[in-house]
Each structure stands twice: as C-alpha cells, then as structure tokens.
C-alpha cells in the first residue's frame, strides 16, 4: 500500500549514505527525482500518435551525485532486493566529439553491459547540452522493475534532470522527454511511444494528464474526488519476450496505417478500416481495430472523468482490457484473472491491464469505502502473490536540495 512506499526523503538519505561510504566520506551536492507512472486509459495509442491518459506516481527514482574531475562518469545503482551496489566507470566523450559519432561502436557510450548503464550512457548520449564535466552519482529507486509502471522512464528522466544541474540546458521540457525517449530507442532498444518519459516529466499533483501524442500537448484531468480511488495490483509476473512482442505489435500498426493509406493510425477512422478490410490480413485489421477504437475510447473516457462520470469510465476501462486481450492480444492470464476478481466486487467501477503488457500490473477505479475488501478479494482469487498500491496522482520530475 502507498504508505509502505519510501518517500523522496526516505530515498535521498539512502542515496546519500550509499553515496558517502563508496565516494570516502564525501557528500553529494546535487540531487534530482522522476516518477513512474500509471496508465488510466489509452494503451498502444501512443507510438500511434493518439491520446493516453497517465498519471505520474510518488514512486520515484533519485539520482544523488556531484561534479568529479577529468571526463570519467561514474554511476552506482542498488535495487531494493539487489545484495550489492552495482558500479558502472563511463567516460565522457572528448570535448569536440561528433555528435553523429556518439553511438558508433567504439564510442565511449555506445550500447553494452551492463544492461542497466544502458539508460545513463543512452541519456547522457541524447542530453542537449554539451560537453559535461565528470561526475558521481548513486541511483536509488521506488519503482519496482519490470512491473508496467515505467522504472526505466523514471531513471531516464531522473537522470536527465540531475544531468540539468550539472549543465543546464534550454530547459524544454518536451525535448526533454523526447531525449530521454531516444535514450530508451537507441541505447535500450526498445522502440517505446513517448508515454511514459511525457507524463514522468510533466507529472502534476491530484491530476491526470490527457496527452495528445501527436501535437505533444497534454490537458489537466483532475482526480480530487476522495470518494475514488485508482487501485493498482501488481501481478509479480512478466513473460519473456515482452519487448520483442511490443517492437512487433508497433510494426502491425505500421502496416495497417500504410494499408489504409494514412500516415498513423491516429489519422484512420473505423470507416476507413472497413474500407480497406480486404486487404488487410486479420491479425493486422484487428490489431487497428484495437487502437482506433481505443483512441476514441480514451477521449470520451477522459471526458467521463472530467464530468465525474464514473460508472462510464470503469466501463470504458473494461471495454479497453477487452480489447487488449481479445484484439491487440497483449494481455495474459495473470492479467485477466486480476481484472475479473476486481470486477467481482461491489463498489468496484472498473479494471483493466495496464502498460504494455504480458505481465505487470491492472489499474482499477474502486469506491473509497470499498478499498479493503476489493484487496482482500483479489488477494483470495489470485493464485499468485499480488503487490497493491493506492495510485495518488503525484508531481514529476524535480531538482531536489540537499539538507
Ligand atoms: C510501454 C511504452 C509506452 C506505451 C505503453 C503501452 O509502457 O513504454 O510508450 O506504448 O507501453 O501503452
């Protein structure tokens, strides 16, 4: 529950101890955070220039550190579980190095082991402001990894907003996201829509933000109703090939649009799908099918919430899981069976698998009063063991002080 979850301070004086006992009793000077984020609505419509509508968590990622002499980087990060720090030595490119050459092969920060430094060398690779000067950081995180709520968004972004005292850039807080965004495509290879870096930096306490993925604008949702709540469970399981299936799922849309004769899918009505059925195979019309109509679903469904409609929100959520499950098929068991127990109690409104799928957590919007028994349900019908978080709408990306 949220209240088991470490707060900002909680994490910076972690990061500050470990910063200490590995850097010989020095303290570090600068220190920056990131949320992760949950998905309402709106779910593979971002890489498909459509709408989402996420909120960012008061699970975060903070990066402490300070300026170090010459042009070596060095990183540390500790997971929750992890027994031992894990230590990565970077250097910086020279002064002078072509950006066009920065993710050749050879070059300093290209791709490589381990995985995890992927995110800092592919961040520090798209920073916009350069050169950086040498430094220190330790990474310590809230997001648990690997569970649909954007760990590795959170440490992109954290990490770009620490780089930011460290060489302060025009402060676009867009192009921000968007480097943090390449970061992810070309160091971690995974071809993510800009979902989770937008919401992670533009975060706003008790709002959700409706993101237009094509114009990049994005419109406040309030969340201030404490008769509410946005429930997620955790189903503690991600099936292998999450990635190379998500890489695959944006290549169908692809297809699809170019089908139809339009430039995204953003662009394509269900009219135009059914024009161009005949040369479309099934799985392809019905991965389109999935991302029309869920782009149509994430605007009325925005528009329910804003009208405090909440019975026709909990049931476009539904139609969503739905349709990730039955259309665009990147829903899995563990996922389906959470969403079913939520929806067997009485004051729950709605549930749906949330993030990209094949495993990760469910969303549900639950009564206030109902929140209890919605856990201790799902805890009894699920046969795995769920995780549970009360999602509060928190603020994004921020520089922090130090005490
Ligand atoms: C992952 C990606 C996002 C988005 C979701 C699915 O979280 O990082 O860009 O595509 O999947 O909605």
Redo the contacts with the bound molecule.
């Keep these: 529950m949220a209240s088991l979850v470490k707060s900002v301070d909680q994490l910076v004086s972690k990061a500050t101890c470990l910063f200490k006992e590995i850097f010989d009793g020095e303290a570090p000077k600068i220190a920056a955070c990131a949320p992760g984020r949950v998905?309402l609505i709106?779910?593979?419509?971002?890489?498909n220039l459509g709408y989402?509508l996420p909120m960012a968590l008061p699970l975060v990622t903070v990066v402490v550190g300070s300026v170090a002499s010459g042009r070596e980087a060095t990183v540390v990060t500790v997971s929750e579980n992890a027994d031992e720090p894990r230590r990565v030595d970077l250097s910086l490119p020279k002064e002078g190095f072509p950006p066009s050459e920065l993710a050749s092969e050879g070059c300093p920060l290209a791709p490589g082991l381990p995985h995890w430094a992927n995110y800092v060398r592919g961040v520090i690779h798209h920073f916009r402001a350069h050169p950086l000067p040498g430094f220190r950081a330790v990474v310590v995180s809230s997001v648990p990894l690997g569970a649909?709520l954007?760990s590795s968004?959170s440490l992109e972004v954290a990490f770009y907003t620490f780089l930011q005292q460290l060489r302060p850039d025009d402060g676009n807080k867009i192009s921000k996201a968007i480097a943090c965004q390449q970061a992810e495509h070309t160091h971690a290879g995974?071809p993510?829509?800009?979902?989770?870096q937008l919401v992670s930096v533009l975060g706003i306490e008790s709002h959700a933000l409706l993101i237009d993925c094509r114009s990049l604008e994005s419109t406040l949702v309030p969340l201030t109703d404490p008769g509410l709540v946005f429930l997620i469970s955790n189903s503690n399981v991600k099936h292998s090939l999450a990635s190379s299936k998500?890489a695959l799922r944006r290549a169908e849309c692809e297809k699809a649009a170019m089908v139809i004769g339009k430039p995204s899918l953003r662009d394509a009505t269900m009219k135009d799908l059914e024009g161009s059925r005949d040369q479309l195979d099934d799985v392809t019309y019905r991965r389109a099918c999935h991302v029309i109509g869920e782009i149509q679903r994430t605007v009325k469904a925005a528009d329910s919430l804003k009208r405090g409609d909440y019975q026709q929100f909990g049931k476009a959520m539904v139609e969503s899981h739905n349709s990730l499950r039955d259309l665009y098929e990147v829903s899995c068991k563990e996922l389906d069976d959470l969403v079913s127990a939520a929806m067997e109690v009485e004051g729950v409104l709605g549930s749906r698998m949330t993030?990209?799928g094949f495993g990760g957590c469910t969303i549900t919007l639950v009564k206030a009063r109902a929140i209890e028994r919605t856990i201790e349900h799902i805890q009894r019908r699920y046969s795995g063991t769920p995780t549970f978080y009360v999602a509060t709408p928190s603020v994004g990306a921020q520089s922090l002080k130090l005490p």
Aim: with cysteine.
């Design positions: 998905n709106g779910e593979h419509t971002d890489y989402v649909g954007s968004a995974v993510c829509g800009i979902m989770d998500y993030g990209g």
